[in-house]
């Protein structure tokens, strides 16, 4: 839900009206420029992981299908050339979000 509201364009003082009580605000952090597409396409991601249920343990998220990651890129209309480039930075942000998935659990 805080993530809706920031792309809303919410004020900082709703934002943190909205925040459940107990949870810490996130540390703040800067996106280069030249990282905002590949930022923007993450997020749009954002429901598209791949979960596996064990058989005995929690469900973990496993990665982004790589068909997904083509589809959200063709939506957001990022030109063919820059795709490839894309694709591999979403792949390391993706594993770099499974580290700290699994070091949450």
């Not at 709703?14 to 993450?42: D, H, K, L």
């Not at 992981?49 to 982004?64: E, K």
């Amino acid at each position: 839900m805080l993530a809706a509201l920031r792309a809303a364009g919410a004020s900082p003082e709703v934002i943190e009206a909205a925040r459940p009580a107990g949870e810490s605000q996130a540390q703040a952090f800067e996106i280069w420029p030249e990282n905002w597409a590949t930022f923007e396409a993450f997020l749009a991601l954002g429901r598209c992981w791949t979960w596996v249920a064990p058989a005995m343990g929690d469900p973990v998220r496993v990665g982004i299908a790589s068909a997904e990651i083509e589809a959200t890129l063709r939506l957001l209309q990022v030109k063919r050339r820059a795709r490839r480039e894309m694709f591999m930075e979403l792949r390391a942000m993706e594993q770099a979000a499974i580290e700290v998935f699994e070091n949450k659990g």
